[in-house]
């Protein structure tokens, strides 16, 4: 099986952008390639997406699984391949570093109930499953050396145990942590500290190897193991996108990028599942989707979506290279 590469080049500029550069391996200074990018920049869902983020942080933080939270969009404007140098990219970034926590990761307003273990009061704060995504972005849009940038990832990256990263939030949040043990790793905080720091110099560090043991034994543990309340059953196994929650495809997609995963088992296990689930001509359809993104080509699941596909693709192609 092939991917389906002339049907992805009918889609959005997005899709054909990161087609040319990710499956097709064309160079950013193809003119097929800058084509495709100047479409995708000025596309008005990207543009909404910026004049969006141009308000950053937005609205009190309520939930992080909600779709819909700016440092969601502001990842996904990362794996689009927007730079720092892109028009009205320079005033959000500003926005992101006037928010520095005196530990290091930059900071969003939250408001965690008394019940809960906060004060109830809105406050910049930050918690290890919304930090490393706005510092996995910064390092999308070429930001990585920056010093503010660097002091947060290693500040991060030592929050990790021995079982890898477990609920932490800043001082702001007082003894808030989820539903589970503080004992227990946080699968979601693993996943999203691995997706920082495959991105990163931290790709082949021992805490990244934690954290991949981490979620790569919960796979294997999945109907023991459910820390936090985070399952890999049926909803977890369902084709979704974007990257934003706790599923197969976000899992395997940042996995897959450890080169020192290749020979693991479990890992190739997943991509298997992800592969049984294309159709004749290589396409996928989405199983679930965000009602926050239903205006997108990837917001409904009725007929294959390229994005999907695309994503998809890409993990299969990782993974046969390792």
């Known amino acids: 099986m092939n991917p389906p590469v002339d049907w992805l080049l009918e889609g959005e500029p997005y899709i054909q952008y990161r087609t040319r550069l990710d499956l097709l391996d064309q160079p950013e200074s193809n003119p097929l390639v800058k084509a495709s990018r100047q479409a995708m920049l000025a596309d008005p869902k990207v543009q909404a997406l910026l004049d969006e983020l ?63 273990g906060g004060n109830g009061l809105d406050q910049w704060a930050w918690a290890l499953c919304d930090a490393p995504l706005v510092l996995y972005a910064l390092v999308k849009f070429g930001l990585e050396n920056e010093p503010p940038v660097r002091s947060a990832i290693a500040y991060l990256t030592g929050l990790v145990h021995t079982n890898g990263w477990p609920c932490a939030v800043s001082k702001e949040l007082g003894k808030f942590h989820g539903p589970g043990r503080r004992e227990d790793p946080c699968p979601y905080a693993n996943l999203v500290m691995l997706k920082l720091l495959a991105q990163t110099t931290g790709r082949d560090s021992q805490a990244a190897r934690i954290g991949a043991e981490t979620l790569l034994a919960l796979w294997q543990e999945s109907l023991e193991r459910h820390p936090y309340i985070f399952y890999m059953g ?24 450890f080169a020192w995963l290749k020979q693991d088992a479990r890992l190739l296990e997943m991509a298997s599942l992800l592969k049984s689930k294309a159709d004749p001509q290589g396409r996928f359809t989405l199983e679930s989707i965000w009602t926050a993104w239903k205006d997108w080509e990837f917001g409904q699941k009725h007929e294959p979506s390229r994005w999907l596909t695309l994503t998809i693709w890409k993990i299969l192609q990782r993974v046969d290279a390792l």
């Open 234 to 257: 049926t909803d977890f196994r369902k084709l979704k996108v974007p990257l934003i929650w706790y599923d197969l495809v976000n899992v395997v997609d940042v996995l897959s990028q």
């Open 54 to 116: 141009s308000g950053w942080p937005g609205t009190v933080l309520a939930s992080h699984k909600s779709a819909s939270q700016p440092y969601h969009k502001l990842a996904f404007l990362a794996d689009l391949g927007l730079c720092h140098n892109d028009p009205k990219m320079d005033a959000i970034i500003q926005r992101i570093l006037e928010h520095r926590s005196e530990e290091g990761p930059f900071q969003l307003p939250m408001n965690i109930a008394v019940h809960y």
